[in-house]
Structure formats: C-alpha cells, structure tokens
C-alpha cells in the first residue's frame, strides 16, 4: 500500500505539474487547432479505443464518510471536474450508510487531497434532483458535520480541492435511526 | 425592483471579481450564486480560434447524436457574444468527439478533456446504458422522446463550455436561476424547464467575454457581469466669447482592472452618452446634448455655441440590457464672455 500511495503521489506531481490532459479521454498527441484564417491540417490519426477510467489519478479521490467509531463509506463519485477534464453525471442516489440521528460524520479523501472549501446538502431520499435540496453545513478544511434528522436522505458533498485542482461532488444515502 | 437590480449588481460586481481571481488562481473555486460560471485552469484558445473536431475513429456516435453535437457547435458560435472560440465538424478535426462504452468516470453521461490551446476531447456514453442512477436515454436516438432524456445538443453545448474554460454555474439554491447557463453541475431531463437549451446562457457568456473579450467595442456585455465603467470629459476651451463655439470629447472606457480580464480597459462605444450642465454654483445637473460616437473608440463628441458661464459632465447612465455600470465625468468648466454685440439677451444665457 505504501508503494501504491507513492506511486499516486506522484502522479499527482506529474498532472500538477504539466496539466497532461488525459482523463475521460485517450492519452493522444494533442488535437490540432486552427487559427481563425487558417487552413485546417491533417492530424495525426485517432485511436479507437475509447477513453480509459478516470478510477486513477485521472480522476478527483476517493471521498469517504464515516460516523465516530463507525464503518467508513466511499461516496458515489458524481459531476466533477478536475485538472483538464471534467464528467457530467446526474444527481445520484449515494452510496448506503446508516447513522444515528445528529451523529457527528466526517470525511477524508482518499489517498490524498486537500480540500479548500466543502458544502453538505440533503434532500429525502427519492428526489430525483437537486431542486429541493437544502445546505446543511459548510466549510473550509476537513469536512465535519452533524447527521441530519431520522429518515432517508441523499447527501450531496461537494469539495473544492485546494490549488484549483478541481471541484467534485459525491453521494450518500443515508439511513438516519 | 431597482433597488433589488443594483443589491443584484452589487454582490455580481464582487462575485465577479472573485470569479476573475479564481480564474488566475487556478482551475475551479466554488464560487456564490449568479455570477459568472467560474473558470476553469488551463490556458484559454486563440481569440475567434476555430477548433475542428470529428468522431473518434471506431466510436463515432449515431447519426442522430452526431447532428445534434453539430448544432451545439453551431450554437455556441450563434450565441457566444464573445471571442471564444468556435467549433465546427472536419473530417480531418483532430479534436475526436467519441460515443459509446467508454467511461466518463462510474456515473458520468458525458466527459470532456481540454488542453488549450492545443485541443481537446470529448465522449458521450452509450444510449441505453444502465448506471445506478438509472437508464441513460437521449433523447434524439427516440422519434418521440420520452420524459426522462437527456437533450444531446444540450449536453454538447455544456460540454463545449467545458472546453472553452467554463466551470459548472453556480446556481441560487432555489435553482431558480437555473437557465442563466448551460454549463451546469447537474444538467437537467426533458420536460424540465432548460432541458434543451440550445444557447449559452448570460453567466456562461460572462465568463467567455471575461476571458476572450467581446467581439467589439460597441458589443453588449452580459447581464450577469456588473463591468465598472470611467467617463473622461474634455473641451476645446475653458474659457469662450459669447456665442463662442466649444468642442466636447468624452471617452468611456471599463475601468482598468485585472478582474475583469480581457475587458479591462476595453474602450465602450455606440452608447447613449449625454452632456449635462449646471450653472456655476449650483448643485443640479440637466441634460443639454447627446454625444455622437467619433474616432478613436470609445470617444463622443458635441460642439455647441456657448452664451453663458457653466459647468458641463458627460454621463452614460447605467443600461438595462447589459452588464455596464454607469458613470460621469468630473465636471468642467466653461467660462462664457459677456454679450458686447446687440442684440443681446435681457438676461445671460442660452
């Protein structure tokens, strides 16, 4: 794990440092682009392979939630963008995990990540949008809040990482007892 | 509802501003409802570059989808107010649109990498693929489409944004602002009011013309920005015999301002610029000429026989149809000889 986390970090370095754009789509020589009067050229020949996961470090981290003492949870990863590239997903219904009402959660990012600001909104599970959802805690650093009252709600935590590495929002679904 | 429009123009003005520093800070920073879409990092493209894409070789979407990205593309040339750069369909692109199973990350519908002012990528999942949030369906691969899909024009045109720079607009928690951009965080499915909006949205324009400039001295600025202006005034004489003739130039310009990206010190013509006076000593102004837009940019003129003492300011009120404030000149003054010809007035003054 350790060797695998090293290996993540510098990854990181790498896209931080160059902005390599790869992502959602095929790491390919860079596309042409024309200037306004000028004729177009041939690139160069497109893979057809489609774009590879962004489950690596093409990707924001792992978000994970976890109540004091309880099993931590990874939220469903939904809109983000990050670095060059970015994903477009609907509102999620968010990964399953109960809590106890007003429970204090917490959440850290996985393996690494730092978050400059964050914001937990709800809605009942069932919403199919975020039209009704309603902001429960924000904040700057280490995401930390209160679990909302008794039922079933999606949890929508978005994070913007620090240094405009990009802004992601995960889900939950939480079962409040 | 002016009193609103300008608390509105107030918070947009210092929305803007942090939405500009985001932008030279780096890639994305959540910003406050209605103001401009945030910026994305990265480099921008060339001003009115023309960026060709074609479908990915192997994974070219359907025929039907491959129309409907065609006209984002077209649309956002039709409606971007800005020099953003255009798109358009070449079978030599080089910037490969792409459809199919590939991932857009576990939940995604649609994905874009940009590396301006190289080029950039796209990809649009399959019809009919099945996520845990359910079934994606676009709507034009249905010749009646069902409530529940997804506009591709739409989509494209969002992820167009993407690629010209746009972060995701951050909406009032109402959504009610909702169709003041097409870039959004969560896209929305017919029948859903802006589910198929098929033009860039006033803050996705903002953010276009903060970062490519607009296309012209005398183009409107988007609704969502609160752009400070300064008027300058300037006249041929500051002090005329009666009747004497005085030459008024004004210039109207953004206020200088790294904010405001491209638009910083961008000279404001074809505007309604009006030159009041006031006698010397008095308080109230009145309108006394409009001002004629002359060379350079920017500039409004007036020539007028003067028969009395006054001060005069040149103003550009604030319009309702686009992103400007106001402003007026620092007042200067003329001062008018006394009549020594007859016929001369019983009193001085025009």
Redesign the interface.
């Known amino acids: 794990m350790p060797a695998r986390s090293a290996a993540r970090r510098t990854v990181i370095a790498v896209v931080a440092a160059t902005?390599v754009?790869?992502?959602?789509?095929?790491a390919?020589t860079?596309?042409?682009?024309?200037?306004?009067s000028?004729t177009?050229?041939?690139?160069?020949?497109?893979?057809?392979?489609?774009?590879?996961?962004?489950?690596g470090r093409d990707?924001p981290p792992d978000a994970v939630l976890a109540a004091e003492g309880g099993d931590a949870v990874t939220g469903?990863?939904?809109?983000?963008?990050w670095?060059?590239?970015?994903?477009?997903?609907?509102?999620?219904?968010g990964a399953p995990l109960t809590v106890g009402s007003g429970e204090p959660l917490s959440l850290t990012v996985v393996p690494d990540g730092r978050i400059?600001?964050w914001?937990v909104r709800d809605v009942p599970a069932g919403a199919g949008?975020?039209?009704e959802?309603?902001?429960i805690a924000k904040g700057t650093g280490a995401p930390a809040f209160e679990a909302p009252g008794p039922g079933t709600w999606t949890v929508e935590i978005?994070l913007?990482f620090a240094?405009?590495?990009?802004?992601a929002?995960y889900f939950w679904r939480l079962k409040v007892e | 509802m002016i009193t609103q429009r300008r608390r509105h123009r107030r918070a947009a003005s210092l929305l803007l501003i942090a939405a500009v520093m985001?932008a030279l800070?780096?890639?994305?920073?959540?910003i406050a409802a209605h103001s401009p879409d945030p910026a994305?990092?990265?480099d921008t493209?060339?001003q009115?570059?023309?960026?060709?894409y074609?479908w990915?070789?192997?994974?070219a979407p359907p025929a039907a989808m491959r129309t409907a990205i065609n006209a984002a593309a077209a649309d956002v040339g039709e409606s971007r107010a800005s020099r953003a750069?255009t798109f358009a369909y070449?079978s030599?692109?080089?910037?490969?649109i792409?459809y199919?199973?590939?991932?857009?990350?576990?939940?995604?519908?649609?994905?874009?990498?940009?590396?301006a002012?190289?080029?950039?990528?796209?990809?649009f999942r399959e019809q009919g693929r099945v996520?845990?949030?359910?079934t994606l369906k676009w709507c034009q691969m249905y010749t009646d489409p069902p409530n529940g899909c997804y506009d591709v024009e739409t989509?494209a045109l969002?992820?167009l944004g993407?690629v010209e720079g746009l972060?995701?607009h951050v909406n009032y928690?109402?959504?009610s602002d909702y169709t003041d951009a097409v870039v959004q965080?969560?896209?929305?499915?017919k029948p859903?009011e802006g589910y198929n909006m098929h033009v860039l949205g006033v803050c996705d324009i903002a953010q276009l013309q903060i970062r490519y400039d607009i296309p012209g001295a005398s183009s409107k600025y988007s609704t969502c920005l609160d752009v400070a202006t300064v008027m300058t005034l300037s006249r041929s004489a500051a002090s005329v015999v009666y009747g004497g003739n005085v030459t008024f130039t004004a210039t109207l310009r953004v206020v200088t301002d790294t904010a405001y990206g491209r638009l910083s010190d961008n000279p404001v013509s074809g505007r309604a610029v009006r030159l009041q006076r006031r006698p010397p000593g008095t308080t109230t102004w009145t309108n006394f000429a409009t001002m004629t837009a002359t060379s350079p940019t920017g500039s409004y003129v007036v020539s007028a026989r003067l028969y009395s003492s006054a001060e005069f300011r040149a103003v550009f009120s604030t319009p309702t149809n686009e992103g400007l404030r106001g402003d007026g000149s620092p007042a200067v003054a003329v001062t008018v000889g006394s009549c020594t010809t007859a016929p001369c007035p019983l009193s001085t003054g025009r």
């Open positions: 902005i754009v790869v992502g959602c789509g095929p390919v860079p596309p042409s682009v024309t200037p306004p000028a177009s050229s041939a690139p160069p020949a497109t893979p057809s392979q489609p774009p590879p996961s962004v489950a990707a469903q990863l939904g809109t983000y963008t670095f060059g590239t970015g994903s477009d997903s609907p509102w999620l219904t400059a600001t914001e949008g975020p039209e959802a309603r902001t978005t913007d240094g405009g590495a990009g802004q929002s | 985001a800070a780096g890639p994305t920073t959540r994305l990092g990265g493209f060339a009115d570059g023309r960026l060709l074609d990915r070789s192997g994974a750069a070449d030599n692109g080089g910037n490969p792409g199919g199973t590939g991932t857009c990350g576990v939940n995604g519908l649609a994905c874009f990498t940009r590396d002012p190289n080029g950039f990528t796209m990809w996520f845990d949030w359910g989509i969002d992820e993407h972060g995701h928690s109402d959504d965080t969560y896209s929305r499915t859903k």
